[in-house]
């Protein structure tokens, strides 16, 4: 069954309404550039992982190590130095031959910049874990 134009109109009408409220301020007063940015700078805030706290980590670890688990806490903590370890060992590699497949990539098949644009991304993606386990405090507290 046809939506009559009318039903059509009311649909779109609501639409613009809640998009209208949305983008209001509290105020009631249509929100400016200035007040914009700094609400999503704010939520980049929000959602961005905070700074390690090296001294809150340790206190985690020495309790994880003064428990009586099943698994052993040195078992957990052996793991936990383990993995931080092969991370921080293999990574740069990880980084370095992507770089190197990229130009490869570059070299061999100029023209698809597709691929090289899938490989691009996965460069940016493990550059951002590099800079991400460079904040971490584990590595300073093992």
Known sequence: MKKSRLQELAGIKKTLNEGYAWERDENGALPTLESSTAKHAESL????????????????????????????????????????????DNLP??????????KLHAKINPKDMDQIAVLQNELKIYKGIQTLVDESAIGSVL
């Open 93 to 102: 590699n990880l980084i370095n031959d992507l770089q190197k497949a990229i």
């Open 45 to 88: 805030k929000e959602a961005a992982p905070g700074k390690s706290d090296p001294e809150a980590l340790k206190a985690a670890l020495v309790a994880i190590n003064d428990s009586q688990d099943d698994m052993t806490s040195e078992d957990l903590l052996g793991a936990i130095e383990d993995g931080y370890y092969a991370l921080t």
